[in-house]
T-cell receptor
Framework: NAGVMQNPRHLVRRRGQEARLRCSPMKGHSHVYWYRQLPEEGLKFMVYLQKENIIDESGMPKERFSAEFPKEGPSILRIQQVVRGDSAAYFC???????????FGPGTRLLVL | GQNIDQPTEMTATEGAIVQINCTYQTSGFNGLFWYQQHAGEAPTFLSYNVLDGLEEKGRFSSFLSRSKGYSYLLLKELQMKDSASYLCAVRDAGNNRKLIWGLGTSLAVNP
């Protein structure tokens, strides 16, 4: 059973461009979570989704950020008009319906020039 | 408010035992998790406690006291590869699976 997959692993964007981060949960997992982590800092919760539904987006910035988890395909975290402050590691985690434990993907390192 | 407290840094010697504490104040409680994160890598799951007491898993054990809002992670027979950040996270009550995370404890294991 493959683990949580994230791509790309590294992404470089110039200010004002769009960044699309993809997350494929583990097989059978219907819950997806996105986190942001700055160097030497803790994990910051962004959003929690189930298939086709956003359950909790209390950690998402009000502008430029959006997330989706469609019925088919990976979950997408989209950042529009990126700024230097968006540079961070973005981790995705998934869990199955019956247990709480979240399993993390390898992360996407976003660098905004 | 919601708050998770852990020491920022700890140092220990190879072969020794170390205890990493975590205290929490949350509006509800539905389980506590410990994760390990090596520098530049993703967090990996270590343990989950929802009832009071000690859960042992090899060299790692985790303890929970719900009445005190307190947990610890115990690492025995420390190895150099145990040098990492250890993250404590609490699940709030209700159906929302969102976790509240501490800032992590950076553990350095010295020879």
């Amino acid at each position: 059973n493959a683990g949580v997959m994230q791509n790309p692993r590294h992404l470089v964007r110039r200010r004002g461009q769009e960044a699309r981060l993809r997350c494929s949960p583990m097989k059978g997992h219907s819950h997806v979570y996105w986190y942001r982590q700055l160097p030497e800092e803790g994990l910051k919760f962004m959003v929690y989704l189930q298939k086709e539904n956003i359950i909790d987006e209390s950690g998402m910035p009000k502008e430029r950020f959006s997330a989706e988890f469609p019925k088919e395909g990976p979950s997408i975290l989209r950042i529009q008009q990126v700024v230097r402050g968006d540079s961070a590691a973005y981790f995705c985690a998934s869990s199955p319906p019956e247990i709480e434990t979240q399993y993390f993907g390898p992360g996407t390192r976003l660098l905004v020039l | 408010g919601q708050n998770i407290d852990q020491p920022t840094e700890m140092t220990a010697t190879e072969g020794a035992i170390v205890q990493i504490n975590c205290t929490y104040q949350t509006s509800g409680f539905n389980g506590l998790f410990w994760y390990q994160q090596h520098a530049g890598e993703a967090p990996t799951f270590l343990s989950y406690n929802v009832l009071d007491g000690l859960e042992e898993k090899g060299r790692f054990s985790s303890f929970l006291s719900r009445s005190k809002g307190y947990s610890y992670l115990l690492l025995k027979e420390l190895q150099m590869k145990d040098s990492a950040s250890y993250l404590c996270a609490v699940r709030d009550a209700g159906n929302n699976r969102k976790l509240i995370w501490g800032l992590g404890t950076s553990l350095a294991v010295n020879p």
